[in-house]
């Protein structure tokens, strides 16, 4: 019997000729034999792999599922259990941005009077997040459930409405800041534009609609030079992108109110202060290093002219805020098409009475007992604006908002709780 080389590569030319039809046969068989296997094993592979990749998109899945901040009885359980209202004629409210400085405090008082809250905010790191988390254990420790989520997640919102029939909304979720801006421009599309059509539009499905309540801001006046500034005046020259992304909000809620039948509110915000605020604004700041001892550079405007500004203290704004939420009136839709008209209003809620940048510092200088050092530098133009001052006779007229705080008495309580939160005594951090 020949051997394998001998068919392969015959020794003499004359057996290769007469064995040259078998051989070839029995190359073809082989070789087809080979291909066939292959062709069986390559789809083994095939399938093996698909195999693997749809057991790994599972497991993902199932991560995915049981690694998720929000979902499950329990869940479901504590936010109905949060948004249960206490008192006859109360609401049952979600507020966005709840752990942030007016979310916080106006989630307060409305579960102090009784009515339903859910918080939701997303605990980003514009500023320190520890504060955020300090402002949670705050809403918990008052039977608030703080949701950690983003309004730009509609499968969210639509589990909370399908969770609670809210009958409010109070929006104050944003990316705030005016110099931010042009380091991040888009994180406030992201959350000011996109975040805000994501709530409206899960606001417009529900059934029952919301009444919605929402922090535009006094920055949307930008270069307006009338004094003070009013509800009907110019809106339409921003001086930054944080300007422009709440002048947009207002344009896109209006559409909503027209279109849907959603009933909204705006509330221009003029320069928020207090207990737990943000310690992106100057009086923060300015608290922090002089009492580090550190330099703070207080900006003047054209002409050596000291910026001004309408500080309004957050338990005013608070007010304010409930007062829109009691008078706001009912949404007119159902299943996302408008039965009627529905209230489109916008607010002004200040103080009416500006007080310059210089003064402000002098009196935390008085409450710290320290004296600040001082950088006085021309105002660059990154957005900010010379003064503001709020008319606040709509408010006033709508819902009888009346401010009552002044800078000197607000300071003096925000003074008196950063010194406690940041563990200062006799002008000292302890430990």
């Not at 159902?334 to 009475?353: E, V």
Request: hydrophobic share 35%; with cysteine; aromatic share 12%.
């Amino acid at each position: 019997m020949p051997s394998l080389e001998e068919e392969l590569f015959p020794s003499t030319p004359g057996k290769f000729k007469i064995e040259r039809t078998h051989t070839m046969n029995r190359q073809f068989h082989r070789c087809f034999t080979s291909t066939s296997t292959m062709f069986l094993w390559a789809l083994f592979l095939v399938a093996l792999t698909a195999s693997y990749l749809s057991f790994q998109s599972f497991v993902d899945s199932g991560s995915r599922y049981f690694s998720a901040s929000w979902g499950g009885i329990q869940w479901e359980k504590q936010v109905r259990n949060s948004a249960q209202i206490h008192r006859s004629g109360g609401m049952s409210v979600l507020v966005t941005g709840a752990a942030g400085f007016v979310g916080t405090h106006v989630s307060l008082a409305l579960k102090k009077r009784g009515d339903g809250v859910v918080g939701l905010d997303n605990f980003n790191n514009y500023y320190d997040p520890s504060l955020k988390k300090a402002r949670k254990t705050l809403l918990q420790n008052h039977g608030i459930f703080a949701i950690e989520g983003d309004i730009n997640d509609a499968k969210l919102l639509a589990k909370l409405f399908d969770t609670v029939a809210f009958t409010h909304v109070m929006h104050l979720a944003a990316q705030a800041g005016v110099r931010y801006a042009m380091e991040n421009p888009h994180s406030y599309v992201h959350s000011n534009i996109a975040g805000l059509v994501t709530l409206l539009e899960a606001c417009k499905s529900a059934n029952p609609q919301p009444s919605i309540v929402w922090a535009s801001s006094s920055s949307v006046y930008g270069l307006n030079e009338k004094v003070p500034f009013s509800e009907d005046d110019r809106t339409d020259q921003p001086a930054s992108l944080y300007a422009a992304t709440k002048k947009a909000g207002e344009e896109i809620t209006h559409t909503y109110n027209h279109i849907y039948g959603l009933s909204i509110t705006g509330l221009r915000f003029f320069t928020v202060y207090g207990p737990w605020g943000r310690p992106d604004m100057a009086y923060f700041s300015f608290t922090r290093n002089i009492l580090q001892g550190k330099p703070i550079t207080v900006y003047r405007g054209k002409d050596h002219v000291d910026l001004a500004r309408d500080f309004t203290y957050i338990d005013d704004i608070v007010k304010g805020c409930l007062g829109s939420l009691d008078t706001s009136g009912k949404s007119t839709g159902s299943g996302g098409k408008k039965r009627g008209p529905a209230p489109y209003r916008i607010f002004n809620l200040g103080n009416t009475s500006p007080v310059t940048v210089p003064k402000l510092v002098s009196i935390l200088e008085r409450h710290l007992k320290m004296k600040a050092k001082k950088n006085i530098v021309e105002m660059p133009g990154n957005g900010d604006v010379p003064f503001t001052h709020a008319n606040i006779s709509c408010a006033q007229k709508e819902f009888g908002y009346k401010p009552t705080t002044d800078l000197q008495t607000g300071l003096k309580k925000f003074v008196r709780w950063y010194l406690s939160y940041y563990g200062y005594s006799h002008g000292k951090r302890n430990g």
